[in-house]
């Protein structure tokens, strides 16, 4: 069952988030500043699925217009104005519920909360060390498109300052596919 998030889910939340991207990934005071960025015209883009009566899967997003582009964003070659693009900041489903389409309704959910806001677009740093590539692989399914890879986007940011990598440890270097996924 896909649900808009709120602050009732954010212990089930940040434990998911830790387990499956690292220690350190989220804690209250980030999940709550990320939250409200999903925020526009009293829409929530930000969205949870429960499964078997648990938390198994989240996906935050931000609207157009609360975010900001940085060093790892391409915006001239999105060819979509900035003020109609959103952030997909993370999609994150338990391991043994992978592979039934949970992602993708997540993704949906926010698609569609996103385009009330009036994104015609969006923008994420997919994470391509994800096991078997999965973070790629499924947006890649959805439509996105690949804009450019960054190699070490997760090392030494002030964003998840400590934040163990599942895969390198205190000092990450994966790499981000800059994707764009244009809503139809």
């Known amino acids: 069952m896909i649900q808009t998030l709120s602050p009732e889910h954010f212990d089930d939340v940040i434990r998911l988030g830790n387990h499956v991207h690292g220690a350190g990934y989220l804690d209250h005071s980030s999940l709550e500043a990320l939250y409200l960025k999903g925020f526009k015209d009293d829409i929530n883009a930000n969205f949870v699925a429960h499964q078997e009566g648990k938390l198994v899967g989240f996906r935050l997003t931000f609207a ?5 582009t940085d060093k790892w964003c391409t915006p001239d070659a999105w060819g979509i104005d900035l003020a109609h693009v959103c952030y997909f900041k ?3 489903v338990e391991e043994s ?19 009330h806001q009036g994104a015609k677009a969006g923008v994420s740093h ?4 994800s096991p078997n590539n ?11 498109m690949l804009i ?6 997760w090392n030494d940011t002030l964003e998840h300052p400590d934040y163990i990598c599942v895969i390198c440890g205190a000092d990450c270097h ?11």
């Open 134 to 144: 999965s973070a790629v692989k499924y947006f890649t399914k959805a439509g996105g």
């Open 174 to 184: 994966c790499t981000a596919c800059e994707m764009l996924l244009i809503f139809k």
């Open 90 to 92: 993370c999609n994150t």
């Open 148 to 153: 450019k890879e960054h190699a070490e986007r």
């Open 126 to 129: 997919l994470w391509k060390q």
């Open 97 to 115: 519920f992978r592979g039934m389409g949970i992602g993708g309704k997540l993704l949906r959910a926010s698609i569609a909360a996103t385009k």
């Open 64 to 68: 157009p217009g609360n975010w900001q």
